[in-house]
Each structure stands twice: as structure tokens, then as C-alpha cells.
């Protein structure tokens, strides 16, 4: 039997939006999670320094791309998964009415 890694209804990638939510970035001036803060995501090879260079990144360019984002960590041996992860632990959004390649649009939520 397959056990889909993602098909999880409460991660927050599957969630339905309003297209008028997914249309908006978050604030531009929001600062990364330090690391310890509490509301790191959980990710076998997320560390905090990975964490937090994804979301310098999407802070530096309100909404990033996802193959930019993987450009970010290059070294890193799932950096789409690591993109994921922030996304259900609820640091990154993504843009559910798009297709999911590279050109993905990711941002951070708003509180």
C-alpha cells in the first residue's frame, strides 16, 4: 500500500484559499524564525541555518519562486521538501492555483 507523503487534508498546502488571498504577500518586513524560537518546522536536514536562509529569501523578495528557493540551499539534498516543510508548519505559503513547478510562487503568510 502507498502512503502518500503530503496528501495529509490539514497540511496547509491543501487547503482551499480565495484566489484574492493567494494574489497577496505577506509583509515585506516580516523577520525570519530564529532558531529556538518555538516555531521551528521539523524536517529531517531542515536545519536552522536552512530555515533560515529560505526565509531571508522569501522576505527579500516578498514572493519568491520555488526553483529560486532550491537555488538558495543548493547543497541541500531535498531543498523542495525543506520548502515544504516551512509550508506545513505554517512559515511559507503557496500559490495553489498555480501549477507546481519552478515558477511556483511562494511568500510568507500573514498572521
Keep these: 500500500m502507498v502512503t ?3 496528501a495529509g487534508a490539514s497540511a496547509p498546502r491543501n487547503r482551499a484559499c480565495d ?3 493567494a494574489s497577496l ?3 515585506a518586513g516580516a523577520p525570519p524564525v530564529p532558531p ?3 516555531t521551528a518546522a521539523v524536517h529531517p536536514g531542515l536545519t536552522p541555518e536552512v530555515q533560515v536562509a529560505l526565509l531571508t529569501a522569501v522576505d527579500e523578495a516578498v514572493i519568491a519562486e520555488l ?4 537555488g ?4 541541500h ?5 525543506a520548502v515544504l516543510a516551512l509550508v506545513d508548519a505554517g512559515l511559507l505559503a503557496l500559490d495553489l492555483q ?4 519552478a515558477s511556483l510562487r511562494v511568500w510568507r503568510p500573514t498572521a
Excluded: M, T, W
Design 98 to 101: 498555480a501549477g507546481f513547478d
Design 67 to 70: 526553483g529560486d528557493l532550491a
Design 36 to 38: 529556538g524560537s518555538g
Design 19 to 21: 484566489s484574492h488571498v
Design 77 to 81: 539534498p531535498r531543498p523542495i521538501s
Design 72 to 75: 538558495v540551499i543548493p547543497d
Design 4 to 6: 502518500p507523503f503530503y
Design 25 to 27: 504577500p505577506a509583509s
